[in-house]
């Protein structure tokens, strides 16, 4: 009888001290650091950015979560809701959004942190295009309302060349870059106008897309999409993922990830370099002030 | 062809060519059948995804949104049949009938008109005609659906459109008759083992009723009818009977021939024995009349002797008949002499004199004689009471004997009834054994055999008129006279 006794007690101990344990667990576990991602990046690799996560995750001593959306402007709505920590945005919304967002890293791309936006067409065409003046009666793809390189920098070449929105057959938005890379691949456009970065990925990895496309036409250089949070945040878990990005280049997992991203690293932010965008935006009447 | 290979080849050859009928048969109804329930099917299908378009595109067509309304297209195309090779495709129209986005970009351009122009071929209906749903079919059996789509308050934003080619309707004849093909030959390969064992033990009786068919005259029919196989089949089993039948009416036709055979063979012995009466009986006869000479005339020495002398050849000549009928007696006999031509022709007289018959004769001797006596006696005796008798009331008869070096013949010619060689012949040939002349020709043709020699009717060209035809019997004229060594049968 005291046997059973003092079993039944070493269980109830034992009980006490693992529910003691997990509460200890739970208390000790941080908050996510929820990251939004846009079609600046092929954002649909689940397993690459699972890898990326756990290695900032393990860096910065606290978890990160990716969520990706669509649109430019679902991914702003969820920032500037509070619903996310931090996003990979583009420099037009940025800009847009430069009185409401502070940056937080710049990616760079073979060794800088400037991009280009291209005009992409089919390699074959029944009609040629070597210039914005062809698009005349043609169908053009946009990626999104609020991309740099995938719609502003379009309306103002066409602007320069005296093509209005009505000139064309018709445009459309493909929701992102690599749909931009599909819809000219697949005839659905005659031409779209895409992030380089994205379109230089794609070719590096071999997507059909981007290898039954040809570039028509490169701007100039702009500022890569930057990582933004909003102004003000002091969570110290955003200073500790910009430490944790910029020194990726430092380990060989880092160096792995950076690779499959196609970028060099990632460095401070400079809010100058997005003043070419402000000025490209301004001269559209894309600005709100 | 066919009926020319036994039971146990036809039945699975037979078996297999009508497996091989029937699926196809069955294939081609099937595959007419399938056709049609695919047509209805595919129809049905692109009913569906068109139903299917108007419900997910209302919202893309409202925001004018291609690329959503192109990989909206693009997975539900999947849908519709053969895409994969072209042979479908669907778009959305907006609301002036232009394309918006089309499962196949190069063939349903954006932004290009739809309705009212040619598009593939086939001339679409304007806006205002495709208000309510439209389905298209060429002569050649393709089909183009056109559906609007309207809002919330009935008004058309835009249209479905989708199109398939007359190829997608074809039936697949090879994935159709691939199932067919197979069970014929898993078929087959079960029914050609199974059908020529069959057809060996159908013609497992068949055989052996032949071969006792085949045995009949050579086995004992008891026997054949224990070998006819015990059969329930109607046919065969009425086979087996007719055969039974046969072979017992063979047994009865057995045992009657062989009764007919005893009774042959005592007839044959009657015959024998009437031959041999009548052989002793022509030189009885000459006998009789010799005693008779003897009696008138045989104070006369010369008339005695000449009388005793042929009492004595007459009773040699019986003599040696009786002999000859046993087999392996050896007759001794003596070289024939040209007075045996003349006691011939003297004993012939008696008979030829009753009919009023006149013999004449000839003798032409070139060489010895070496001819068994007895045998030319026989002969020429018999020759000469058939000529008399053939001759007929008040005839002419005449013998001629030539002995040359090499043969000795007897001719003889008659007027009257007379032979040709053919009938001679055929009348020895006949073993008309009731027929005592008959017989007496067939003992001169079968001595003419045995000895050498021949026995026939010719011409009667070296013997003056009235004579046409003439027998002529002959043997060999021997360098000496061997009676032991006749010639070979």
């Not at chain 2, 009786?322 to 008979?351: H, K, W, Y």
Request: charged fraction near 15%.
């Amino acid at each position: 009888m005291q046997r059973r006794t003092f079993v039944e007690f070493g269980a109830a101990l034992g009980l006490l001290q693992a529910t003691a344990r997990a509460q200890a667990t739970q208390k000790v576990e941080p908050a996510p650091l929820r990251i939004g991602l846009t079609a600046v990046i092929l954002a649909d690799q689940a397993a690459f950015l699972m890898r990326w996560s756990d290695y900032l995750g393990a860096r910065m001593g606290t978890p990160v979560v990716f969520v990706a959306r669509e649109s430019y402007q679902a991914i702003l709505d969820l920032l500037l809701s509070d619903q996310l920590d931090a996003a990979w945005i583009c420099g037009y919304p940025y800009v847009l959004y430069q009185s409401r967002l502070q940056l937080l890293s710049t990616p760079l791309f073979n060794g800088k942190p400037f991009y280009q936006s291209y005009l992409i067409g089919q390699p074959t065409p029944p009609v040629a295009l070597s210039s914005w003046g062809d698009l005349k009666h043609q169908v053009l793809a946009y990626s999104d309302p609020l991309s740099n390189s995938g719609w502003l920098v379009a309306q103002a070449q066409m602007r320069a060349v005296g093509l209005m929105p009505k000139d064309l057959r018709r445009s459309f938005f493909a929701h992102g870059h690599r749909n931009v890379a599909e819809a000219v691949a697949s005839g659905l456009a005659q031409a779209g106008c895409m992030d380089g970065y994205v379109w230089e990925t794609m070719q590096l990895k071999k997507m059909p897309a981007a290898a039954q496309t040809k570039v028509l036409w490169r701007s100039a250089w702009y500022a890569f999409p930057p990582l933004v949070s909003k102004l003000n945040d002091k969570n110290p878990a955003l200073s500790a993922l910009g430490i944790a990005m910029h020194n990726m280049t430092a380990d060989a997992q880092g160096v792995s990830l950076l690779e499959a991203l196609n970028l060099t690293g990632f460095a401070k932010p400079d809010a100058a370099i997005f003043e070419p965008i402000k000025a490209l935006a301004a001269s559209v009447g894309a600005l709100r002030t | 062809m066919l009926p020319r290979f036994p039971y146990r080849i036809q039945i699975p050859l037979v078996l297999a060519l009508a497996v091989t009928l029937s699926v196809l048969l069955v294939s081609a109804v099937t595959a007419q059948i399938a056709a049609r329930n695919a047509r209805l099917e595919i129809v049905s299908t692109v009913q569906r995804v068109v139903d299917l378009l108007v419900a997910q595109g209302k919202p893309l067509l409202a925001q004018d949104d291609t690329w959503r309304a192109y990989t909206l297209l693009r997975n539900t195309a999947a849908l519709l049949p053969q895409t994969s090779k072209g042979q479908s495709r669907a778009a959305l129209l907006d609301v002036q009938g232009r394309f918006l986005a089309g499962s196949d970009p190069s063939r349903l351009p954006t932004g290009d008109q739809a309705l009212g122009v040619l598009i593939n071929g086939r001339l679409l209906p304007t806006v205002s005609d495709a208000s309510r749903p439209r389905i298209l079919t060429t002569p050649d059996g393709g089909m183009t659906l056109i559906e609007p789509i309207r809002s919330a308050d009935n008004q058309i934003i835009g249209f479905v459109f989708a199109e398939v080619d007359a190829a997608a309707f074809a039936p697949d004849w090879a994935t159709l008759s691939t199932p067919a093909l197979i069970g014929a030959a898993l078929a087959i390969l079960v029914l050609v083992p199974l059908g020529w064992w069959l057809g060996r033990r159908m013609a497992r009786p068949i055989a052996q009723t032949a071969d006792c068919i085949a045995q009949i005259g050579h086995t004992d029919a008891e026997q054949l009818q224990l070998l006819l196989p015990q059969v329930k089949d109607p046919e065969l089993m009425h086979i087996a009977g007719a055969v039974r039948q046969l072979l017992k009416e063979t047994s009865a036709r057995q045992a009657n021939a062989q009764r007919a055979l005893s009774a042959e063979r005592l007839a044959a012995v009657g015959r024998i024995t009437a031959a041999v009466a009548h052989e002793i009986n022509n030189p009885l006869a000459g006998l009789i009349m010799a005693t008779r000479t003897l009696r008138l005339h045989g104070d006369q020495p010369e008339a005695r002797n000449r009388s005793l002398d042929l009492i004595e050849r007459g009773l040699q000549q019986v003599r040696t008949i009786t002999m000859a009928l046993l087999p392996q007696a050896r007759v001794e006999d003596r070289c024939m002499t040209p007075g045996d031509f003349d006691d011939m022709l003297t004993l012939a007289r008696a008979s030829a004199a009753q009919q009023m018959v006149t013999i004449t004769s000839a003798t032409h001797e070139q060489a010895d004689l070496y001819v068994p006596s007895t045998v030319f006696r026989q002969v020429m005796l018999n020759l000469l009471l058939n000529a008399i008798r053939a001759a007929g009331q008040s005839g002419q008869v005449h013998a001629r004997l030539s002995i040359e070096t090499h043969k000795v013949s007897f001719v003889l010619a008659n007027t009257g009834q007379h032979f040709s060689n053919e009938r001679l012949q055929k009348r020895l040939m006949t073993n008309d054994g009731n027929d005592p002349h008959g017989f007496g020709l067939w003992i001169c043709h079968e001595f003419a055999v045995r000895f050498g020699g021949g026995f026939s009717a010719e011409q009667a060209a070296d013997i003056p008129p009235p004579f046409t035809t003439c027998l002529n019997f002959w043997l060999p004229n021997l360098a000496r006279h061997d009676p032991q060594k006749p010639a070979p049968d």
